[in-house]
């Protein structure tokens, strides 16, 4: 099963992806996650697309697909879910070829819909384990009371400043690419409201009626 997931920022692509993953034993790429991480290894890679992130902007193309073709090149061309990638058309197109070389296409391309104040609720109380990179949210999954709260932050690019900006450059960058799934057939939209659960199940029950995922014997 080789899957992408789009959707704007906080609308639960990561959480969603990592069930997924886990529950179907398919490896998890999260561009934002390795991005973060070489941020703050100062890896010269991570120097350069610091600024974009904390910012609120894009990562530069050629600096994304590298990170992407790595990842994926390094752990398993057959059964991958990527979050946080493609985001633009030039990335898109980029990853049709890379899969095409390998005879490797896409079965589907996971959308999440919710409505823009659900997101904005799930962006501005999101926090993340500073070590670890496990996600939380105040309201819906509260850090355990037994984990050092100082080492529970919110990211710099999830303050009410950015949210805004980010939403903003998705519409613009990443709508199209919904787009271009669409036109490739393999677009499924599902709806993000409700608990993790009931969203992970939506996801279950559209793989299997899109014969993605053949029902266990
Ligand atoms: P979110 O989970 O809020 O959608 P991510 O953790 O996926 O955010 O990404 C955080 C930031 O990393 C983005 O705002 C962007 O600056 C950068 N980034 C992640 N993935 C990509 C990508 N595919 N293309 C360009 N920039 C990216
Ligand atoms: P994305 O990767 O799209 O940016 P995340 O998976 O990081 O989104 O989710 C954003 C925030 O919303 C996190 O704090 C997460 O714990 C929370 N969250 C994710 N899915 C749900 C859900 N179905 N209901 C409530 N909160 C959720």
Same mark, same amino acid.
């Given at each position: 099963?080789?899957?992408? =997931?789009?959707?704007?920022?906080?609308?639960?692509?990561?959480?969603?992806?990592?069930?997924?993953?886990?529950?179907?034993?398919?490896?998890?790429?999260?561009?934002?996650?390795?991005?973060?991480?070489?941020?703050?290894?100062?890896?010269?890679?991570?120097?350069?697309?610091?600024?974009?992130?904390?910012?609120?902007?894009?990562?530069?193309?050629?600096?994304?697909?590298?990170?992407?073709?790595?990842?994926?090149?390094?752990?398993?061309?057959?059964?991958?879910?990527?979050?946080?990638?493609?985001?633009?058309?030039?990335?898109?197109?980029?990853?049709?070829? =890379?899969?095409?070389?390998?005879?490797?296409?896409?079965?589907?391309?996971?959308?999440?819909?919710?409505?823009?104040?659900?997101?904005?609720?799930?962006?501005?109380?999101?926090?993340?384990?500073?070590?670890?990179?496990?996600?939380?949210?105040?309201? =819906?999954?509260?850090?355990?009371?037994?984990?050092?709260?100082?080492?529970?932050?919110?990211?710099?690019?999830?303050?009410?400043?950015?949210?805004?900006?980010?939403?903003?450059?998705?519409?613009?960058?990443?709508?199209?690419?919904?787009?271009?799934?669409?036109?490739?057939?393999?677009?499924?939209?599902?709806?993000?409201?409700?608990?993790?659960?009931?969203?992970?199940?939506?996801?279950?029950?559209?793989?299997?009626?899109?014969?993605?995922?053949?029902?266990?014997?």
């Amino acid at each position: 099963m080789r899957i992408v =997931f789009l959707g704007p920022p906080g609308i639960g692509k990561g959480t969603q992806a990592a069930l997924l993953a886990k529950r179907r034993g398919l490896t998890h790429t999260s561009t934002g996650t390795i991005i973060r991480a070489a941020i703050e290894a100062g890896t010269p890679l991570g120097e350069e697309a610091r600024k974009y992130v904390q910012d609120g902007h894009l990562v530069p193309d050629r600096l994304v697909c590298v990170l992407a073709e790595t990842a994926i090149a390094e752990r398993d061309y057959d059964q991958f879910v990527l979050d946080g990638y493609p985001r633009t058309i030039v990335q898109a197109e980029w990853l049709t070829e =890379f899969l095409e070389t390998h005879e490797a296409p896409l079965d589907a391309a996971i959308n999440l819909e919710v409505p823009t104040d659900v997101v904005v609720d799930r962006l501005s109380k999101r926090r993340v384990h500073r070590t670890t990179g496990e996600n939380y949210h105040l309201d =819906f999954k509260p850090p355990p009371p037994d984990i050092d709260p100082s080492l529970i932050i919110q990211r710099t690019d999830d303050r009410p400043e950015y949210i805004r900006k980010r939403l903003e450059v998705y519409r613009k960058e990443t709508r199209p690419v919904e787009e271009y799934y669409e036109a490739r057939g393999i677009l499924r939209n599902v709806e993000g409201v409700g608990d993790v659960e009931d969203v992970y199940s939506r996801i279950e029950d559209m793989l299997l009626s899109s014969a993605i995922e053949k029902k266990p014997s």
